[in-house]
């Protein structure tokens, strides 16, 4: 999955305004604008559409989870400069205050199925034996499952996908 599709999607299952992503920026203290934020939501084949950098990504669900957690204490975490699925599903799960049996609940909306076990593996630290690479099937299905879990069935008219 692309950085630009994450960020339509969790955009689009939120119901998250033009301003309410440029607050989410604000809280990792970045000034992006509404010009920026609409070239990034573009299609990929308009010719005004740009592509969201990994850094950019991560400041806007920084700025998720500060938003739904708040603020932690100390220093707050650097952006990461290269994104995998893995990161992008910590950082929603995060955000989300989600348990394993939510996620698996979540999954469930969309009948994709997974053990505890499975799960599990998507959240430890890459070199870990019993780490997994999350590929973009499960992080498709986890935003689809997001979907209905916030906005009801996956199919709406005004999905952006479908």
């Known amino acids: 999955m692309t950085t630009n599709d994450v960020m339509r999607r969790v955009r689009f299952i939120f119901d998250l305004s033009d301003t309410q992503m440029i607050e989410l920026f604000a809280h990792t203290g970045v000034t992006v604008t509404r010009a920026q934020i609409s070239d990034w939501l ?77 799960l599990s593996a998507f959240f430890r630290k890459p070199g870990h034996k019993h780490f997994r690479e999350c590929k973009d099937q499960i992080l498709r299905n986890f935003l689809n499952g997001l979907q209905v879990e916030y906005r009801g069935d996956a199919k709406t008219a005004d999905s952006p996908w479908g």
């Open 42 to 118: 573009k299609k990929d084949e308009d010719p005004n559409y740009v592509d969201c950098s990994d850094t950019e990504l991560a400041l806007f669900l920084n700025g998720l989870i500060i938003e739904k957690r708040g603020r932690k204490d100390g220093p707050q975490p650097e952006p990461e400069s290269k994104l995998t699925n893995n990161i992008i599903f910590i950082k929603l799960k995060i955000a989300l205050n989600l348990k394993a049996e939510d996620v698996l609940n979540i999954l469930n909306h969309v009948d994709f199925w997974l053990s505890k076990h499975e």
